[in-house]
Nanobody, 129 residues
Framework: QVQLVESGGGLVQAGGSLGLSCVVSGSLFSFNFNTMAMGWYRQGPGNLRELVAVITVGGDTNYTIAAKGRFTISRDNAKNTVYLQMNSVKPEDTAVYYC???????????????????WGQGTQVTVSS
C-alpha cells in the first residue's frame, strides 16, 4: 500500500508564495519512486479535481495554462518527495492540493498522468485577495 502525505498549505495573500511537499511511502516493493511520474492536483470549492503540474522520471515538467509561469514542480528521489512551489498566487488558486502518480511507463502519456494510488488527505491552500 502506498501512502501520500501532503503538507505546506496555509493562508497566503494574493501575490505571495507557498511551497508544498508530498512524501510518498509504502511497504517494501510496493512502489519505486525513481520510476514514477508524479503530479500535483487541486480541487477548488465546487470544482472537480484537476491536474496542475506533472514531473517525469527524467525531470521534464508540464503545467496547466493556469499554473505555467507561476508554479514549479520538482522532485527529490532520495527523499521520495515531490514539491510544488507556488508564486504570484491568486484567489482562484484556493483549493485543496493533492499529489499522486504512478509508474511512468504505464501511467503517463501525452501530458496526462493517470492516478495510481489512493488519495492522501491533501493540503488546503487559501489565497486571500
Amino acid at each position: 500500500q502506498v501512502q501520500l502525505v501532503e503538507s505546506g498549505g496555509g493562508l497566503v495573500q494574493a501575490g505571495g508564495s507557498l511551497g508544498l511537499s508530498c512524501v510518498v511511502s509504502g511497504s517494501l516493493f510496493s512502489f519505486n519512486f525513481n520510476t514514477m511520474a508524479m503530479g500535483w492536483y487541486r480541487q477548488g470549492p465546487g470544482n472537480l479535481r484537476e491536474l496542475v503540474a506533472v514531473i517525469t522520471v527524467g525531470g521534464d515538467t508540464n503545467y496547466t495554462i493556469a499554473a505555467k509561469g507561476r508554479f514549479t514542480i520538482s522532485r527529490d528521489n532520495a527523499k521520495n518527495t515531490v514539491y510544488l512551489q507556488m508564486n504570484s498566487v491568486k484567489p482562484e488558486d484556493t483549493a485543496v492540493y493533492y499529489c499522486n502518480g504512478g509508474p511512468q511507463r504505464t501511467h503517463y502519456k501525452g501530458g496526462y498522468l493517470r492516478v495510481g494510488y489512493s488519495w492522501g488527505q491533501g493540503t488546503q491552500v487559501t489565497v486571500s485577495s
